[in-house]
């Protein structure tokens, strides 16, 4: 039984973010998409355990279209739909949802400002070999705006053509590539001291770890952890 490799979860307001469906659309014919439209986060859990139920060992990536909610100081605390501000979920809560599956790729968060997850699960990680609950998490800089999103899709969605293997250090280019201006960021777990691991922006890892991304990759394979089999996109 053929099984669907990515999860698209809307969680907003009927009607909004249409490009979802328009990518669905444009692609349903080679590759087998789990789609959910969600207005609660009761719904955006039970969604997501239903994916990792029905696709056991071929999870490849999960995007969760949805809108930043700000807390106080200013920072995005979590993901939610605009118009119910009580059916949010915040960060530690969507960690535990996907701890309750496995997910063998990332978690695109598709909403303004959503990179600043990557601070906040950071405390999630601890210096086991096993993997997390999270493998790397992508988000956005600053506003994010329907357009984009419909193009990141798009481009996600080709990299799960059988001739076209994109790993997971080639992979963050051809995204910026394809929406020139807009801030992606990757944000992988890296060490930076002997007891702390974090997601770091891969950016970054030359002057938090002294080397870039493709050499802590090959350092992992070296040491027997392997490059990320998740980067490898195929169909499902």
Known sequence: MATSPICLLQWLE???YQETKAALK????????????????????QALQTWFRNNVGNTQFCFVGAHGVKGLAGKTVGVGATAR??????????????AQGELLGGLWLGACQ???????????????????AIPYIYGFKDAVYPREIEQILLKLLEFTRTEQV????????LLRAAVPGIAIEL???????????????VDQMPARIGMTFRELLEM?????????????????
């Open 14 to 16: 009927p009607g909004e």
């Open 26 to 45: 444009n692609f349903s014919a080679e590759v087998n998409i789990e789609h959910f439209d969600v207005q609660t986060k009761d719904e955006a859990d």
């Open 85 to 98: 501000t009580e059916e949010y979920a915040r960060w530690r809560e969507i960690w535990d949802w996907f």
């Open 114 to 132: 959503s990179s600043h997850a990557a601070a906040a699960l950071s405390s999630c990680l601890t210096l086991s070999k096993t993997p997390s």
């Open 166 to 173: 994109v790993w997971l250090d080639e992979e963050l280019g």
């Open 187 to 201: 944000y992988y777990p890296a060490s930076t001291s002997p007891q702390i691991v974090e997601y770091l922006n």
């Open 220 to 236: 992992q394979a070296r040491v027997g952890l392997g490059r990320p089999k998740q980067a490898q996109r195929t169909r499902g």
